[in-house]
């Protein structure tokens, strides 16, 4: 496995803003700042949190819709945030799926995910959440998921999956977000 091997201050113009969606505690949002941070190089900033949409809900499937969220996250991203990811306490789905852990979207840099079932111990939940949030900020780099079980770009369907693959990227997955960070800060410039 390959992490980005980041060092040293983050780059200057990169934030990545973290935000709790609904009733989802600042603490649990804080805690995977680190980690965050770590994985990315950038600097994270907590931002305010952000409603959960009332359109989300599904009453039949007692279940919120990820693509509402985004949409509220879209809504709610400063421009200063390289990226936005909404972290909610609350069980999400996309038409095609029974679940989904969370949703990346890449066009806007918003990415949200769900802890509603990440819970176990303490240490468990810390890193399924960074898990997930790590994996999910990668889709809105644009990365897709990959076929080593141990990269945290996996697609999950359980949280064995989750907890075998860990916080890292494979090296094709490092090397993909390192030149797709490359071109945009270029573009940047």
Same mark, same amino acid.
């Given at each position: 496995?390959?992490?980005?091997?980041?060092?040293?201050?983050?780059?200057?113009?990169?934030?990545i803003?973290?935000?709790?969606?609904?009733?989802?505690?600042?603490?649990?949002?804080s805690?995977?700042?680190?980690?965050?941070?770590?994985?990315?190089?950038?600097?994270?900033?907590?931002?305010?949190?952000?409603?959960?949409?009332?359109?989300?809900?599904?009453?039949?499937?007692?279940?919120h819709?990820?693509?509402?969220? =985004?949409?509220? @996250?879209?809504?709610?991203? $400063?421009?200063?945030?390289? #990226?936005?990811?909404?972290? +909610?306490?609350?069980? &999400?789905?996309?038409?095609?799926?029974?679940?989904?852990?969370?949703?990346?979207?890449?066009?806007r840099?918003?990415?949200?995910?769900? =802890?509603?079932? @990440?819970?176990?111990?303490d $240490?468990?939940?810390?890193? #399924?959440?960074?898990?997930? +949030?790590?994996?999910? &900020?990668?889709?809105?780099?644009?990365?897709?998921?990959?076929?080593?079980?141990h990269?945290?770009?996996?697609?999950?369907?359980?949280?064995?999956?989750?907890?075998?693959?860990?916080?890292?990227?494979?090296?094709?997955?490092?090397?993909?977000?390192?030149?797709?960070?490359?071109?945009?800060?270029?573009?940047?410039s």
């Amino acid at each position: 496995m390959a992490g980005l091997g980041h060092t040293g201050s983050p780059r200057s113009n990169c934030v990545i803003a973290l935000a709790p969606v609904g009733d989802t505690p600042v603490q649990t949002v804080s805690s995977i700042r680190t980690a965050v941070a770590d994985a990315f190089g950038c600097e994270v900033a907590i931002a305010p949190a952000v409603p959960l949409p009332a359109s989300a809900w599904n009453p039949v499937r007692k279940q919120h819709l990820s693509t509402a969220i =985004l949409d509220a @996250l879209a809504r709610a991203k $400063e421009p200063r945030w390289e #990226r936005l990811l909404g972290i +909610a306490d609350v069980d &999400l789905y996309v038409p095609q799926l029974n679940f989904v852990f969370g949703e990346g979207d890449p066009d806007r840099g918003v990415a949200v995910f769900s =802890l509603a079932r @990440l819970h176990g111990s303490d $240490e468990q939940f810390r890193k #399924r959440a960074a898990t997930e +949030a790590i994996h999910e &900020l990668g889709h809105t780099y644009g990365l897709s998921h990959c076929d080593d079980p141990h990269c945290v770009m996996w697609f999950s369907n359980t949280l064995a999956e989750t907890d075998r693959k860990g916080t890292t990227f494979c090296a094709r997955h490092a090397r993909e977000l390192e030149r797709v960070r490359s071109a945009a800060s270029k573009a940047g410039s």
